[in-house]
């Protein structure tokens, strides 16, 4: 690790600075009503409290016979003690007879417990054989001493009527889907998801699919952000690619007036061609920023107004290199579209790993360098290998990184065996496993 000497540009902003300065222009959305199974990855807007027990009733634990405890003092595998079988309850139905001494009913697992009994005596345990489980005995030997409460589960255990289940601003998962089902809710009040408009730029650009024509480039920022912005629980509206006309660009705007959030990619860096700036400006406020951030330095943030609506929409405008636009996404995009679906923990999760190359830091800036983070099992370790060449355009070396390694402004360099803090792009079940340096 060595430290960098140099002074900085002094109108530079730091990250924090800029991802600040962006996200005071957002709120959270207000809420919709959605079927609890769509709405995985939105936050509740409201508390969730329960109008019923669950489970509903006392109910058996196991297949087995609901007794009177007292019944089975002193029974023993070579001590059976007899019961009369009154009738047999399965799940989903309601026991007819009270349960008295000397006489047991046969239950299944869930099936409410009978009045009168209080406990449960697995089938294991009993003379009952699995031959004649379907025409049980007239009665039924019992082989253990239970005590009250064996094997019941208690009305209420999981949930109270009239208690609070769930707290406003929990995120939704398939668990919380489940426990939501249980209560019996079919419908929920959760933030809604932020619409986001993308809107790529450039006379250069190819649509996928199309033939390749000589001097131009498949437009990857566009799916890029669709995916980036879906992946974080927005709704992404595909504007496809503006040419750089001014007619043209302030017609695909207009089709952005509902949206939450614009996300433009080029047009924004010093030498760009000042287009895209002069329409918006015209539009609303608009300020060009230079972050201390490598890749993705330039950054356009403002406000664009439109005839349609009284609020103004905010316009976050990313660089076009691709891995600029997507590790400026990463910065700002994602924490905006966080906070607006009301979402506390705005920044992905970080870990610090050994770095097993060399990440470069030339010019001061923060340097987001694409790695590959594994776990060594044996170690129990984490490293971390830079991909591949770090340019901006470099797509390859984005798509093989399952994080961005930091190295801080003022550090020239860091050298393998140093320790380096990693923001996990993706926690999935392969990085633990998986050893990249063989």
Same mark, same amino acid.
């Given at each position: 690790m060595e430290p960098h000497s140099h002074h900085h540009d002094e109108d530079m902003l730091s990250v924090e600075e800029a991802k600040e300065r962006v996200l005071e222009n957002f709120v959270t959305l207000e809420s919709e009503i959605v079927k609890v199974t769509e709405a995985v990855g939105q936050v509740l807007a409201s508390d969730?409290?329960?109008?019923l027990?669950?489970?509903p009733l006392d109910n058996s634990a196991m297949d087995g016979y609901a007794v009177v405890a007292g019944d089975t003092l002193g029974a023993g595998p070579d001590h059976p003690i007899y019961l009369e079988v009154l009738e047999t309850i399965s799940a989903g139905s309601l026991p007819t007879m009270e349960v008295s001494a000397g006489k047991a009913s046969r239950i299944m697992t869930g099936a409410p417990i009978p009045s009168g009994a209080d406990a449960v005596v697995p089938f294991e345990l009993t003379t009952e054989t699995m031959t004649n489980l379907s025409d049980p005995e007239h009665s039924i030997g019992i082989l253990t001493k239970v005590t009250e409460g064996s094997d019941i589960r208690v009305a209420g255990r999981d949930v109270t009527q009239g208690a609070k289940v769930l707290d406003k601003g929990t995120v939704v998962k398939s668990s919380t889907v489940g426990l939501l089902s249980a209560l019996g809710l079919r419908e929920i009040s959760v933030i809604r998801r932020p619409v986001v408009a993308i809107l790529a730029t450039g006379d250069e650009l190819l649509e996928p699919g199309s033939d390749y024509v000589k001097g131009k480039i498949y437009d990857s920022n566009t799916s890029t952000l669709i995916a980036a912005v879906e992946s974080v629980g927005g709704v992404a509206l595909s504007l496809g690619v503006a040419a750089d006309d001014a007619v043209t660009l302030r017609s695909k705007l207009e089709q952005a007036a509902d949206c939450d959030l614009i996300i433009t990619s080029a047009g924004v860096s010093k030498g760009d061609y000042d287009l895209v700036k002069d329409v918006l #400006? #015209?539009?609303?406020? /608009? #300020?060009f920023w230079s972050v201390r951030m490598k890749p993705a330095?330039? /950054?356009? $943030?403002?406000? /664009?107004? $439109?005839r349609k609506r009284p609020d103004p929409i905010p316009l976050l405008g990313l660089p076009g290199n691709p891995v600029s636009t997507f590790v400026a996404f990463e910065q700002f995009g994602r924490p905006a579209i966080r906070l607006m679906m009301g979402k506390a923990l705005l920044d992905r999760p970080t870990l610090k790993a050994t770095l097993v190359d060399t990440i470069h830091n030339y010019d001061g800036r923060r340097v987001y360098a694409r790695v590959s983070v594994w776990k060594d099992e044996d170690a129990k370790v984490y490293y971390a290998q830079t991909t591949g060449s770090q340019e901006s355009n470099i797509l390859t070396a984005l798509a093989y990184a399952n994080g961005l390694g930091i190295c801080p402004e003022n550090i020239s360099k860091l050298d393998p065996g140093d320790k380096? #803090?990693?923001?996990?792009?993706?926690w999935s079940e392969e990085m633990v496993w998986l050893d990249c340096s063989k």
């Open positions: 969730v409290i329960s109008y027990n669950i489970p #400006e #015209e539009h609303g406020n /608009l #300020e330095k330039p /950054l356009a $943030f403002g406000n /664009l107004n $439109f380096v #803090e990693v923001v996990m792009l993706d």
